[in-house]
């Protein structure tokens, strides 16, 4: 009975003790399971990285290198790219299960791209790039990018994203007070870049009809932030109309566009040239009859190659039958004289015409009333008195020569 | 003798020279050569025809106004400065060639009696002078002056110049001023050939032919400069 008893007893201490190991060696892989992951995390939400050491897993040794988003910065509704670039700094090949990128305002338009993926070399690099959409207000952002290894771990990174509305603005700088149909005027457009990040590829177009403007659009590969560009163009107007210009450019695959329209109403130059004619005289001269007067520059610009000529229905007639002034500057006057027929009306009109700096051709009426010049001579403001005063002179002259002869001869 | 007796003097002296040069110069040139009396009749003259060119001169000066200040100024001066210089010259040149040609009459007697007696010859001028200078004032304010924007181009100068001479106002003024300058040239001539006459003791005939050789040239060709061709109005 005593053996029995022993023999019992011996296989209970047996059997608890195999349950103490077993509970040790289970506790323990419980604990080694629970531990590894913990570490992980926990490292990627501080430092964006696993944390190396000699006894981590060859995973732990992936860190994100470089993240690059295309547009820098978005506006509302812009699609783009996020590139997440990593690195395996260890020396064991790493196998990655699937990469991603989620958030819940920003638009993953490219899910399922990295849902298998593959290993990493030791020292190799390996970019993600995900299509995003970024359909919401202004503010920053923060997709993760997550990244789940074959073995264990994972690797977790958010990506900031701003989206930003700041526009590109189109003005006007310069133009000129007044357009005039047919004149070359300068219109000068800025083009400024209020967004944060650059755009590129931008075309300024003007778009009217019955203009022409020079140049017909103007290109510029990329403008900086902040940065301003100068867009000259000229215009010369054939009739009044709107020119509405247009700046289409890139942010990042995005296309964007931004108006302004100029309203093209003609009006008198105020600075133009203008041609007065005055002091018109006519007078007989000869069979033909003599106009003369004054023409004067009373405007602010040069009036060019300025002509005088009588027209319809006068008679033009050589020696003058037109009067070349040339260049009459501001408030410069010049004389003019034109020869015309006597039979022509008694009101003829006297046109005075010259050019602009562009050429273009203006011309101005005046009437002048001849009808005194085809009266006789006897109306003329020069009277016969002189003559008669010489012809006295000169028998008195001749009355003195006689007279001093006849006393001469005397003894 | 006071001023009035030295005035009065010289009234006598010009009516003399008007209306009897031969006995006038027959007793002047018995006396001393005196050229002061000449050259005051001469000056006279040139300072009524400087008057007479500074009007014609300031047309010339409106005609050019756009060259810039002061250049109508220096119109004027030059063309009053101009007008007595020609006076005087012409009374030196005219009197030389009046001794020169009576050379040919193997004329005696020097030239400063020439010059005196031949500046007597001037007083009809004087009143030639101021007969031009009165038609200038009557005519010269009607011309209309041309005015010229370019000095670079010689055809817009020579342009506005032909313009101002075929103004009919200006043509009107040179015709009369001729006809009065030939008028009292005649009457100048005429005492110069007294003048000649005694002062290089020639003939009377061959006095007249000394001084009717230039005078008529000049006439002529003072005619034909006026109603055929072209020429500055006035002169003698």
Known sequence: ?????????????????????????????????????????????????????????????????????????????????????????????????????????????????????????????????????????????????????????????????????????????????????????????????????????????????????????????????????????????????????????????????????????FNNDKTQADPVISNIVSAPNGNHIRITGDVTNSGLQDAKSVTVASGSPAIPVDPFKVYAVGLLKPDDFSSFELTVSSESPDEVPVLVSYKDQDGNIYSRSTAADISLAKTPKNNSSMSNAPWIIVGIIAVLVVLAIGYQYIRTRKP | MSYVDNLVSMIQNIIDVLTRPDAIFQEKVKSEENLKIPFLFVAVVGIISALYAYMAGSLTSRMIASAGAGMGEIVAVSTVIGAIIFTILFWLIGSAIFYLISMAFKGTGGYNRTLEFVGYGFIPQIFGSLLTLIMAVYYLPMVKVPVVNSFTDPVVIQNAVTRMMHDSAMMEFTKVSAIIAIIFLIWSANIWIYAIKYSRNLTIKHAAITILIPVIIYIVYTLFMTFVGFSAPGGY
Request: proline fraction near 7%.
């Open chain 1, 1 to 265: 009975m005593k053996t029995n008893f022993q023999d019992s007893l011996l296989h209970e201490r047996r059997f608890l003790l195999k349950i103490s190991i077993t509970l040790i060696i289970v506790s323990a892989m419980a604990f080694t399971a629970l531990a590894a992951p913990t570490d992980t995390s926990g490292s990627t939400a501080t430092s964006g990285s696993t944390t190396a050491t000699s006894l981590s897993p060859a995973y732990t040794q992936v860190t994100v290198s470089d993240v690059t988003l295309d547009p820098a910065t978005f506006a509302t509704g812009d699609e783009g790219t996020i590139t997440v670039t990593i690195q395996n700094t260890g020396t064991q090949s790493v196998t990655i299960r699937r990469a991603t990128l989620y958030s819940k305002d920003i638009t993953l338009l490219s899910e399922t791209t990295y849902d298998s993926v593959g290993s990493i070399g030791a020292g190799n690099k390996m970019p993600f790039t995900f299509t995003v959409k970024a359909d919401v207000p202004e503010g920053i952002y923060y997709p993760v990018f997550s990244l789940e290894f074959q073995d264990t771990g994972f690797l977790r990174y958010p990506v900031k994203l701003e989206v930003k509305n700041s526009p590109v603005v189109l003005s006007i700088t310069d133009k000129p007070d007044t357009f005039v149909p047919g004149k070359k005027s300068v219109v000068t457009l800025s083009l400024s870049n209020l967004r944060t990040n650059a755009i590129k590829n931008v075309i300024v177009s003007p778009n009217a009809s019955d203009i022409e403007i020079i140049p017909q659009n103007i290109v510029i590969n990329s403008l900086d932030p902040g940065q301003t560009v100068k867009l000259p163009f000229s215009i010369t107007p054939k009739s009044p109309t709107d020119i509405d210009f247009e700046a289409v450019y890139l942010n990042g695959p995005n296309i964007h566009q931004v108006g302004l329209i100029l309203p093209i109403q």
